[in-house]
């Protein structure tokens, strides 16, 4: 295995490695999947606060509720949920 100081994620975040600690081989290979899976989740939250949010509003309150580990939790307006899952059933038809 080539040494290294660092790991980067597919969007080029480096994760620094601790070369005297055991868990470096494993961290060498884990931070590239679960970095880039972070930065995947960023992405979706910057989307979600641009995009989603502003049409949430126009049906009243809602917004991120939590980010647990990998989701994202929303708190919509029923009307709004009605609207989106009427919208995801005909476009996936």
Known sequence: MKKTDYTLTVLGRRAHLNKYSNQCPRNALNNPPQGSGGDQLKQCIAEI???????IRKHGEGGIVAIPHDEIVLDVP????????AARTTSTR
Do not use: G, H
């Open 49 to 55: 606060t641009d995009d989603l949010l502003p049409d």
């Open 78 to 85: 029923e009307e709004f949920a009605k609207q989106s899952a």
